[in-house]
Nanobody
């Protein structure tokens, strides 16, 4: 089993920043992908960004240039730095561990962008 615990969500004004963290524990292996997904009310869950063990990254077009994903392999933690936040970024953000198609989700953290 793998456990993921997200933190760092909250309420922020448009144009503001937040940093999400996700700590991974349990029966993890040395090679796995960590990702951030989000689900807005009434919409499907979508990929925001992910990062492989070696550091290669992938971003949704809607967040390119504003969000940065990073990971600390020694701490088994992944981060999502979110800058220039927009109201449309409002969603529950989930962390995902994926090892060759075997995946686990965190419980999610709410991000609300509003004035």
């Amino acid at each position: 089993q793998v456990q993921l615990v997200e933190s760092g969500g909250g309420l922020v004004q448009p144009g503001g920043s937040l940093r999400l963290s996700c700590a991974v524990s349990g029966s993890i292996f040395s090679i796995y992908t960590l990702g951030w997904y989000r689900q807005a009310l009434g919409k499907e869950r979508e990929l925001v960004a992910d990062i492989a063990t070696g550091g290669s990254t992938k971003y949704a077009d809607s967040v390119k240039g504003r969000f940065t994903i990073s990971r600390d392999n020694a701490k088994n933690t992944v981060y999502l730095q979110m800058n220039s936040l927009k109201p449309e970024d409002t969603a529950v953000y989930y962390c995902k561990y994926d090892r060759y198609g075997v995946y686990y989700w965190g419980q999610g953290t709410q991000v609300t962008v509003s004035s």
